[in-house]
């Protein structure tokens, strides 16, 4: 079982930077892939990046590629989404999961836990 808390959501202004967290529980997380997804009001879930076990491979939606960085602390059972350059279209609520296997990590039905959520909002 993992439980996983997002936290470092809030209010910023386009072309502003937020740096979410995702702990997590549990004494299995350095054996996870985790992703991120956002979901916007009325929008599916989008998946925006997901980091391996090692932090040695990380994949990125092509709407957050150059401008957002994942990137984990196993020792610190966390890991990180560094946003910059937002833009109005970032807002949404976004979510970390984990992730058991080693393929798929764009599908969000691959993961088997998910954490409450953090709202950004980029004002324009």
């Known amino acids: 079982q993992v439980q996983l808390v997002e936290s470092g959501g809030g209010l910023v202004q386009a072309g502003g930077s937020l740096r979410l967290s995702c702990v997590a529980s549990?004494?299995?997380?350095?054996?996870?892939?985790m992703g991120w997804f956002r979901q916007a009001p009325g929008k599916e879930r989008e998946f925006i990046a997901a980091i391996n076990w090692s932090g040695g491979s990380t994949l990125y939606a092509d709407s957050v590629k150059g401008r957002f960085t994942i990137s984990r602390d196993n020792a610190k059972n966390t890991v990180y989404l560094q946003m910059n350059s937002l833009k109005p279209e970032d807002t949404a609520v976004y979510y970390c999961?984990?992730?058991?296997?080693?393929?798929?990590?764009?599908?969000?039905?691959?993961?088997?836990?998910w954490g409450q959520g953090t709202q950004v909002t980029v004002s324009s």
């Open positions: 549990g004494r299995t997380f350095s054996s996870y892939v």
């Open positions: 999961a984990a992730h058991p296997g080693i393929s798929r990590w764009t599908e969000s039905d691959e993961y088997d836990y």
